[in-house]
């Protein structure tokens, strides 16, 4: 089950490191208009499976601490990080944001039945120093004007660190609650386009294919994906995984001729997969039932 929990947990990371190639294809579309979409496309699948199976609507039926904890994770986390964005340069901006996954490493010890090592804090590390030679290859340089941006950065690493690591307390709730997240995500954010941007319409039957690309995945099936993921599985793991996501993004930006090939990347990606496979390396050195049993 864990080992099932963690894979699950993985695809998620890999449906994210679609989310920079199709947003680049989805036009220029307002980022809360957008979000407003996707969410709600996101959480069709969940629809039609209570449209199947009516029984169970009733596992929308949580503590509202639940439905704070999630609403509060996928909308206040895209609301920082489009705040972040507007008040502070991109890269400074997103290598602060991506700090979550450390967070969640080293916040994974205050859970129950969960021990930090050593290996799982340097491999979060090696996978933040492969993200930071990543998103600084065009310089990187902070400057005390952007405090707003860099303070709402901060807060939206700590924002999906704190939902991750509290939906593991809750691993008794269903995944199908998170349809009700996505709902109320794009009802949260259709409300902030509507008083903040002015609306865009997709200008080609390309761009409307990279927005539903983005609602069924990375901003649908992902959060589905991550929450079984950080409920049944490896939490540790997958958090030092996640530094995957913009090494991956990156590479499929090349090959789709988005950015240019960077020695960079190589060095990232000797350093995010290093690091990944020093923080799981209680799963690969894990001996099978029979193996572990003392000889008779």
């Known amino acids: 089950m864990k080992l099932r929990g963690t894979l699950i947990g993985f695809t998620a990371i890999l449906m994210w490191s679609l989310l920079a190639l199709m947003t680049a294809a989805s036009g220029g579309m307002p980022p809360f208009q957008l979000s407003a979409i996707t969410f709600a496309i996101g959480s069709l699948p969940g629809l039609l499976l209570f449209a199947a199976r009516p029984e ?12 704070l904890t999630g609403i509060l994770g996928l909308f206040g986390y895209h609301f920082l990080y489009f705040t972040a964005l507007r008040n502070a340069p991109a890269v400074e901006a997103g290598l602060i944001a991506y700090l979550w996954p450390l967070f969640i490493v080293v916040g994974s010890a205050l859970l129950p039945g969960e021990r930090l090592r050593w290996y799982h804090v340097a491999g979060a590390l090696a996978g ?4 930071i030679a990543i998103v600084s290859r ?3 340089s902070f400057d005390d004007r952007y405090l ?13 660190s704190g939902y991750s ?14 349809t009700g997240f996505c709902l109320a995500t794009a009802l949260l954010s259709l409300l902030c386009h509507l008083g903040f941007e002015t609306t865009v319409w997709p200008a080609d039957a390309g761009e409307w294919l ?18 079984y993921g950080v409920k049944n599985g490896d939490i540790q793991i997958i958090g030092a995984a996640s530094y ?16 240019e090939p960077d020695w960079r990347i190589a060095l990232a990606c000797l350093l995010i997969t290093g690091g990944a496979v020093l923080a799981a390396r ?14 008779e």
């Open 138 to 140: 065009n310089g990187l």
């Open 244 to 259: 995957a996501a913009p090494l991956l993004s990156t590479l499929i930006l090349v090959a789709s001729g988005f950015a």
């Open 282 to 295: 209680d799963m690969f050195g894990r001996r099978s039932p029979v193996e572990a049993t003392p000889a």
């Open 128 to 131: 933040l120093a492969g993200t």
């Open 210 to 227: 990279a927005i539903v690309g983005l609602g069924l995945l990375p901003v649908g099936a992902a959060f589905y994906a991550w929450d």
């Open 148 to 160: 707003l941006g860099y303070g709402a950065a901060f807060l939206c690493a700590f924002t999906w």
């Open 56 to 67: 169970r609507i009733k596992l929308l039926r949580q503590p509202s601490k639940v439905w």
């Open 165 to 178: 690591l509290l939906t593991r307390r809750f691993d008794r709730v269903s995944t199908d609650v998170v």
